[in-house]
């Protein structure tokens, strides 16, 4: 079966980094693109980051652009989420999803804290 672990989160102190990881199996990595989603308390869940089947082509939530990037390693079966200059704001849980028309596969998720 489809499944999607993150890890990586934890607490940092604003303007310090983080690198999330979302290990895949139980499908073909290489065929599908993979995002990465964050949801704040009592805010919904919204895009951050997307990255396509070979990793060429990427995209980014405007808040994030310049701050965040998005990579995957296809032997790995990994796509990654390495977060730099991080703010309060960036405070949430974040899900690491991939869409295998007609589903929707979300990791359990990883906390982030930005706090002093």
């Known amino acids: 079966q489809v499944q999607l672990v993150e890890s990586g989160g934890g607490l940092v102190q604003p303007g310090g980094s983080l690198r999330l990881s979302c290990a895949a199996s139980g499908f073909t990595f290489n065929s599908y693109a993979m995002s990465w989603y964050r949801q704040a308390p009592g805010k919904e869940r919204e895009l951050v980051a997307s990255?396509?089947?070979?990793?060429?082509?990427?995209t980014y939530a405007d808040s994030v652009k310049g701050r965040f990037t998005i990579s995957r390693d296809n032997l790995k079966n990994t796509v990654y989420l390495q977060m730099n200059s991080l703010k309060p704001e960036d405070t949430a849980v974040y899900y690491c999803?991939?869409?295998?028309?007609?589903?929707?596969?979300w990791g359990q998720g990883t906390q982030v804290t930005v706090s002093s």
């Open positions: 999803h991939s869409r295998m028309l007609p589903k929707d596969y």
């Open positions: 990255i396509s089947l070979g990793g060429v082509t990427t």
